[in-house]
């Protein structure tokens, strides 16, 4: 039996453009990194960072009313997040748009529990949207020939088509190393650390997916910790719920930039329940570090201004420990809605496990700790 190859992220995306395809948007998953570091790298005005995969499927159907053929780029789990746009928007106006969906969590290969139940539906998912779907071809010649079928069948249909790409099906593209001049900032797990020491140590902490909740769990696992792995974007509405229904509990939500941005109106609703005691923790390093250090667009997004006029009751932007444990303190002792943007660096430790409790024991944990 053969060994499958990899196919060259720059030859992906030479393929891609040389039949006219492009822009291309999307967030990233790890299988598909090498794809956005070429783009990224080679052509980045043909790159469109987006917050989450609905709007990725946005921007493409208006790239194609302009006349372009646009390729949204994303990992399965956002399955979600497109339905409406390319079963109400795609489908119904007939706007094709080529997708590459990774495939975390398909069967037989071993993965994280949140990509589980996505990687047994994915192309089920696909099927029952009517997306035309196929698996990526291994080689650069069986690619060139299913994207002129792929190409045929959009222009046939008006119709999205979705190649599902496996892990390993692109090889890493080689990227330098960024170095920072001047002082480095705090690493995630240097902010962690400093924001446990800072709070009421009976305080419910609810950490966003990726490296986060990974690192609270490593240096400071407790029952009073909810690590959410997956459901991006959605820590900041599960501490939310949290807050207001376990009265006289302080509850803080740390979260971050990608995952912030992907569900940014879970600060309205933040804002209009101010009077509840959360802290919404937002670390913010300009990347998607789980899925390569590709990078998110908060670097021009100004979150304490979004939350003032959400109506959080205060905000705080720091970048320094000092500064990061007295703005814990401070909105601790202050109460209501308080938003704390914490610029740190990437980076993390190579070393860094997957978090150590299945996630139902974890749920059922965090709730056995906010019963009086």
Not at 34 to 39: A, D, H, K
Not at 256 to 267: P, Q
Not at 289 to 318: K, L, M, N
């Amino acid at each position: 039996m053969s060994t499958p190859t990899a196919l060259d992220a720059r030859t992906l995306v030479d393929l891609l453009r040389t039949r006219g395809f492009g822009p291309f948007t999307g967030v990233p998953c790890s299988f598909l990194g090498p794809v956005i570091s070429c783009l990224e790298a080679e052509h980045p005005r043909d790159y469109l960072i987006a917050t989450n995969e609905g709007e990725a499927v946005a921007l493409a159907a208006g790239a194609h009313l302009a006349g372009r053929k646009p390729v949204v780029i994303l990992q399965n789990s956002g399955l979600g997040n497109t339905v409406n746009p390319l079963t109400s928007l795609c489908h119904t106006l007939r706007l094709p748009v080529l997708l590459f969906v990774t495939w975390r969590g398909r069967p037989g290969h071993p993965d994280e529990p949140q990509h589980e139940l996505m990687g047994r539906i994915t192309t089920e998912m696909l099927t029952a949207m009517e997306i035309a779907h196929e698996v990526l071809p291994e080689d650069p010649a069986g690619l060139a020939e299913r994207l002129a079928s792929a190409e045929a069948h959009m222009a046939a249909t008006g119709l999205p088509y979705a190649f599902v790409v496996p892990k390993g099906a692109v090889a890493p593209y080689p990227t330098a190393p960024h170095t920072a001049a001047g002082p480095r900032p705090m690493r995630r797990a240097e902010a962690i650390g400093h924001i446990v020491d800072a709070m009421d140590p009976r305080t419910l902490v609810v950490a966003t997916t990726g490296k986060t909740a990974r690192e609270l769990e490593r240096d400071f696992d407790r029952p009073g910790n909810l690590y959410v792995v997956g459901s991006m974007g959605c820590a900041s509405s599960v501490a939310l719920g949290v807050a207001l229904h376990a009265p006289g509990r302080r509850v803080l939500a740390l979260d971050g930039d990608g995952a912030a941005l992907m569900r940014l109106e879970a600060m309205a609703t933040i804002g209009r329940h101010a009077d509840t005691d959360l802290c919404h923790v937002l670390l913010d390093n300009e990347a998607y570090e789980s899925t390569g250090g590709q990078p998110t667009a908060s670097a021009g997004v100004d979150f304490a201004a979004i939350a003032a006029a959400c109506g959080y009751r205060a905000t705080a932007d720091v970048a320094d420990a000092a500064a990061l444990a007295e703005a814990v303190r401070h909105a601790q002792a202050a109460g209501g809605a308080q938003l704390i943007r914490v610029r740190i660096a990437p980076g993390s430790d190579p070393g860094l496990g997957r978090p150590a409790l299945r996630p139902p024991a974890s749920a059922a944990r965090f709730k056995g700790a906010i019963a009086p």
